[in-house]
């Protein structure tokens, strides 16, 4: 008898599942980060295009009250729910359990509930810091550059001190290492997301003490980085979506999160038939989910040769013959 | 080391420079006894349009002109609720903060087609001065050297405000108005037309805090930029009883602190406590102050 519940249940779920027609995302923050929920967002859209699927977006612009109504008016409306869920893990786990035929894919942190109805996407954001260190490391090498002075500093800011930046600090300190041991990091975090002015007083201070790099990891905060690295002569490197045209001549590279083409990705899968609930899938550089924004920006300031090194670690990251360590708290 | 300092000191400035003006503006209304807190609010909208003026118009000109505009609009709505219809003081404020935000927000998207930050390589920034004899000068030449105009403005508004308060007629009558408003009505003088004027330089100054924010400190704006810099300008009006020197002084302690703070990060303080340096030595300082007035 539950041998055959489970399979009713199992076939029931099958064809509810078969046709996802609306998708939500569940956003914490708000849209307007030209980054990071842009980037998700984007990849809805495209769902909305190449699949003639409804779409919805939902944010709870960092208002802890809206957290659990926004999911449960999703999980009413909508088959599949992509959410970025900092700060309510609990609420996605509560609503998911009332819901649990609803496709629930959390993004860029790792929820597990214990029935298994949540899948998360993880990125391996330590690679695409590791790619962002090597950059920096070789850049601040590079003393024939306009503006590089003879100390190995790099820098990076980070927006506030959490697991993410964390990990994103750690792999850009691997990737400084590996290019040359000698190479110093220095990090500030300032504490705040949305202030740009304080994101560009850190890194002039890190130019200050010496840093000929600096690493952006601080959302509309570190537009002032870019700014800084162009009042002082020296680089900037973006991150999350490509930032290279911002600041032109003085941001490097971008390194990117696809948050959007992991969002097409998954969907795919689960049209496909591919996709398994309450599992973690980890996106990295091998996925091309995770990498350097390389344009005709980062060409004006580095010489081909440079840029051809770039990209073949980027391709030992990729096939795994650099293993970059992820962070452990 | 020395460079570290240099660029301590310099940030410290730099950090100072919109709590500053925009204190100096609701000190003003302090003065004339009109609780405002619509400092933050009005920074906001100085910042963004500010960056409005100057993008549209491409010179730096329009920039200041539209954000003195919308700093005497909100002044306007302030002295509207608050003096003429006497709403509370206090909601005002706080409803001309959110308008502010809300209003920033929106005109962003609606203006720019762009939601969190516009960032625009043909923004004009507001002029940087270089101190022809200062510069020379080894230490403070850097310190002093290649801030945006706005920085000496505020400097120099800090003494003219104190003459202005202390040394005027309008001064004394402002005063008055919070002091013994019987006093000034008995002769003759409209109390709410003193404190009208007090919200209009409220709104001049924090404008000002604004441009300095979006045109001069970076030159992007994004969403709630001013971030509390005008509760922190409120907190030190009311910690040094609205005198105008004091406010610049506590001022640049803030900012030399929020600075310090960052460098401490290098000696492994943990960067929460660096971010709540300024804090809580602000609180330290009301603390020690309030005992010494009440010991002596």
Redesign the interface.
Known sequence: MKKFLFLVVLLLSTLLLAKPSRVAYVING?????SFY?SGYAGIKKLEEDFKVQTRVIECNFDPSLYYPSLVTAAQWADVIFVISYGFEEELKQVAMKFPNKIWVNIDTVVQDEKGIISSVDYREEEGAFLAGVVAAMVTTMTDLAGINPQKIIGAVGG??DIVIRSFVYGYEQGAKYIDPEVQV???????W?????G???A??L????ADVVFQIAA?TG??VL?AAKEVGKYAIGVDSNQNP???GRVITSDLKEVGKSIYTVFKMILDGTFERGKVYSFGVKEGMVGLAIDEYTRKILPESVIEKIIDIQNKVASGEIKVEPYRP | MGAIVVQLLHAALSSATPIALAALGGMFSYHANVFNIAMEGMMLMGAYYAVYGAYRFGHWLYGVLFALLSGLILAGIFSLLAIVLKVDEFITGIGINMLALGWTTYSLRATFQVKGAFISQTIPPIPRVRLPVVEKIPFLGAVLSSHPFLVFVAVLAAFVCHVVLYQTKFGLRLRATGEEPAAVASVGLSIGRLKFWSAVLCGIFSALAGVYLSLGYVTLFSENMSNGRGWISLAIIILVRGRPVPIMLMSLAFGLLENLGMLLQRYDVPPQFTAMLPYVATLFVLYSYARRLKTS
């Open positions: 708000s849209l307007g980060d030209q842009d506030d001190d220095k990090v500030i975090y300032v504490g705040t949305d202030d740009p002015a304080k560009k007083q850190a002039l201070q130019y200050a003490e010496g509309l537009f002032g700014q911002l600041v032109p």
